[in-house]
Structure formats: structure tokens, C-alpha cells
């Protein structure tokens, strides 16, 4: 009996949380175009809308009602978007390593390797005197480059040897991001999962058009942070529809939950996204969420829960 009243408390406890996260209804000056949706983050031309199912709208502020774009200006809502934008999140390189951080912006930088009075430097700054962090993925980089696992410091200077005392340059393009320490460090897209690389990668060739100003610049990457955010707090929302379904499921009696991956459909805008289906196979998870989501295809699944 304990059990069952603890497990009824917990939903609607989640519930709770799952109504506060429900977003707020936009509409244009007209007041014929209206979405609900929650906002991820604005700037001075743009804000970010999230809708329900997953999908992201980016909408220029000047063509909001005048209600929504005072709501914008309201004190509150810079705060909530401030602190979203500062959270920390978790990335993943392709080897399963986690980075713990947050995306800045989009980049191009050279790194310089050199082997000088018998230490390794990167762009001037000794690799022993680096955090162990930046260390890792400062390995992990070279090791792709030069197509050869470079695991740590020691086997870093077997193989600087054999460069000599010249320069190494390399050109990494990528985005910018800021650990907890505060350090910034310049992260290449081929060090990112696949999953991940589809959220940050999208707006990359329209930043690196030569004829991109600085103010189009800032707005891709203004984006890709609002991707970013989304991406993240998918996650969690990802945990707590995990635990729910978990508790219907048992109480259902349905013995399986499925992580179901969906695209958008040739010719429709959208991000991908995953959503926990409770069913008794595969394919009803297939039909279910095909079903919820029309706009989309399955492009995989698998079984979340034992």
C-alpha cells in the first residue's frame, strides 16, 4: 500500500512539473497566425519557439503582437531566458566521452603544435601545464588528425619527435564552448556523436559564406545556442516522460518501452526528436508513434527498459 501511494505521489508530482513547462500562446500582429509554445531563448531581432511536438520556430520579434513582444521586454523573462542560456550541458564525442559545458558560438581557429626544449606546446601554452579536460580533447584532436591514438602526455611526445621542431598547423572548424572552470575552448565537429552533430552543425555553411557579416554570423550562432538549449532540456524532459511511463507501464501491465527516433518528412521543417513509447512490441511502438506524430518517420528504435 506505501508503495502504491508513493507511486501515485510521484506522477503527480511529474505531472506538476510537466504542466509548469507548458508553453504560452504567440501570435503574429495580425492575430491570425497563434502557436503555444515555450520560448527557448530571444534576442534583440529573434526569439525561439518551441512547440509541443518537439519542433522549432525562429520568428522575428517585430512581427509579434505588441502583447508578446512587451512580454519580452518584461524583466522576468530576460532572467528565465539568462538563466537558461547559462545552465551547463552534457555533450558526447563519438567515443563516448562526456564534456560538461555549454556552446558559445560557431568557430574557425588554427591550432599550432610544436615541440619546443623538449615539451609539447599548443598554440604557445606547454600540454602539461593544460586541465586535465582540455588535455583529453586536445589528444582526442590530434589523434584523429593524424590517424593515430595519442592516449597521453607520454605517447603525445613519442610522437612530436617525429615532427621535429617545425610547427604542425591545423584548421578546426567547430563551435566555441565554455566549461564550469570558465575556460573556453574550441571543440571540432568531429569529435561530436552523430546525434549531437545533427543539432550543431545545421547552420555551420551559412556562417562560413564568405559573404556572411558579422550580424548574420551572430544570428547563426545565436540559433545553433537555441538549439542547443532545446536539445538539452529535451533530455530531461526525456527522463521524466521515462519514470512516468515506467509507472503507467508497470500498472498497466505492458512490459515494454521503446526510445523511438523520428525525422521530419522529405520537404518538412523540424529537428529530429525522441519520444518513449509504452508498448508491447516494436511494432506497435512503430504505429504509435507514427500515429502522434504524422509530420515525421521512424528513423530507429530501441527497448529503454529491461
Do not use: C
Not at 161 to 172: A, D, N, S
Not at 239 to 259: R, T
Amino acid at each position: 500500500m506505501v508503495k502504491l501511494i508513493g507511486a501515485a505521489s510521484l506522477l503527480l508530482f511529474l505531472a506538476a512539473i510537466t504542466e509548469l513547462a507548458h508553453g504560452r500562446v504567440w501570435s503574429d500582429k495580425s492575430g491570425r497566425f497563434q502557436v503555444e509554445a515555450d520560448m527557448i531563448a530571444f534576442s534583440d531581432s529573434s526569439v525561439v519557439l518551441k512547440r509541443p511536438s518537439g519542433e522549432l520556430l525562429g520568428i522575428a520579434v517585430g512581427e509579434l503582437s505588441t502583447s508578446d513582444q512587451e512580454y519580452l521586454r518584461m524583466k522576468e523573462t530576460a532572467e528565465k531566458a539568462s538563466k537558461s542560456a547559462s545552465e551547463m550541458q552534457i555533450w558526447t564525442s563519438k567515443d563516448g566521452m562526456k564534456v560538461r559545458g555549454r556552446v558559445l558560438a560557431y568557430g574557425r581557429k588554427d591550432l599550432i603544435v610544436q615541440r619546443k626544449l623538449g615539451s609539447v606546446t599548443f598554440d604557445g601554452k606547454r600540454f602539461g601545464s593544460i586541465d586535465p579536460l582540455h588535455q583529453k580533447l586536445l589528444l582526442k584532436i590530434v589523434s584523429h588528425l593524424e590517424q593515430q591514438k595519442l592516449e597521453d602526455e607520454k605517447s603525445l611526445e613519442a610522437w612530436a619527435r617525429t615532427i621535429g621542431g617545425e610547427p604542425k598547423k591545423y584548421r578546426l572548424e567547430g563551435v566555441l564552448l565554455e566549461l564550469e572552470t570558465g575556460d573556453q575552448i574550441g571543440v571540432p565537429f568531429f569529435l561530436f556523436a552523430s546525434e549531437e552533430l545533427a543539432i550543431l552543425e545545421p547552420g555551420w555553411q551559412r556562417w562560413v559564406e564568405e559573404k556572411a557579416s558579422d550580424e548574420q554570423r551572430e544570428h547563426e550562432s545565436f540559433l545553433m545556442r537555441s538549439q542547443a538549449m532545446a536539445y538539452q532540456q529535451d533530455r530531461v524532459q526525456r527522463q521524466i516522460e521515462m519514470v512516468k511511463l515506467e509507472l503507467l507501464a508497470a500498472a498497466a501491465g505492458i512490459i515494454g518501452i521503446w526510445d523511438v527516433r523520428l525525422i521530419p518528412r522529405p520537404g518538412l521543417r523540424g529537428m529530429p526528436m525522441r519520444v518513449m513509447v509504452p508498448a508491447a512490441n516494436s511494432e506497435v511502438a512503430r504505429s504509435v508513434a507514427s500515429a502522434r506524430f504524422p509530420g515525421y518517420v521512424v528513423s530507429g528504435m530501441r527497448r529503454a527498459n529491461n
